[in-house]
């Protein structure tokens, strides 16, 4: 399996519109144009939301193949992951039948849903298939909880034994719940249980992203940026688009790096 991307970007999400961004991207065209700005930013990942006809959120196998397959044309050296969020409209079912007609080469998959089925058969058998073809999984993690259940998965033989994946989002789109720095700290205190060390990343929703995503490089995690989670640079003020979010962070990483002297790079 690759390891996760250093710096993925999320340009769009799942509810956001041009209503709050009029940069955001939402058509494939849209998407792959982006992606191409961010790689030339420095983001070397892209996590990819499709949307219909009328801009809704949705898990097409159809609409994925055809922007993976403009992404793989245009940007190649970027990692592609498609996600399966429910998003209030799909089931655990919906959110398997994606990736086991697609076969992507890496999706993420939040725990909390994905696993939700009565029968947890049907979640190990599901995690298998993703194994044997080679799809690498980013299980999304919300709190110190959903660290503690991913250990106790994969001790059942839910999830496969070895390294895994994930990213813990920090805040959420709900008014009042932004990110902060310290929110970092029960998630990684709760990773440090597991039987493995994952390979992990962080998002974060609000104006403070940049300094959360500075904590987790810290760390030794990964981030991921983009209009998904902020629409605001860390002075405040709206980012012109996704590729300026990644080139100000890069900056900024730069800028930390020499003043704290944490040698990791992307």
């Keep these: 399996m690759r390891p996760l991307p250093a710096l993925m ?7 956001r519109t041009r209503a709050d961004h009029p ?14 700005a961010c790689a030339r930013s420095g983001a070397d990942g892209l996590h990819a939301h499709v949307r219909d006809g009328a801009g809704r959120h949705v898990l097409d196998a159809g609409l994925y193949a055809e922007l993976l397959a403009e992404l793989a044309a245009r940007v190649p050296q970027m990692q592609v992951q498609i996600t399966t969020e429910a998003a209030g409209r799909y089931s655990p079912g919906d959110q398997r039948a994606l990736v086991e007609t697609l076969k992507p080469p890496s999706v993420s998959v939040a725990l909390r849903e994905i696993a939700a089925e009565p029968d947890m058969a049907i979640t190990r058998r599901f995690f298998a298939f993703c194994a044997e073809a080679g ?15 991913l250990g106790a998965l994969q001790a059942e033989g839910i999830l496969p034994a070895g390294r895994l994946q994930v990213l813990h989002v ?3 789109y709900v008014t009042g719940q932004r990110a902060s720095p310290a ?10 249980g597991l039987a493995v060390a994952p390979d992990w990343a ?65």
């Design 135 to 149: 799809i690498a999984v980013q299980h999304i993690l919300y709190d110190a909880g959903d660290v503690a259940r």
């Design 202 to 266: 962080a998002c974060a929703f609000g104006p403070a992203e940049s300094a959360c995503l500075l904590a987790a490089r810290r760390a030794g995690g990964k981030v991921r940026i983009g209009f998904e989670n902020n629409l605001f640079r860390a002075d405040g003020s709206m980012a012109a688009d996704n590729a300026a979010q990644v080139a100000d962070f890069l900056k900024l990483l730069k800028a930390s790096r020499d003043a704290q002297a944490f040698d990791r790079s992307f």
């Design 23 to 36: 940069a955001l991207p939402v058509t494939i065209p849209e998407i792959v144009a982006c992606a191409e």
């Design 170 to 172: 920090l805040g959420r």
């Design 183 to 192: 929110d970092l700290a029960a998630p990684l205190a709760a990773q440090a």
């Design 9 to 15: 970007v999320a340009p769009n999400g799942a509810t």
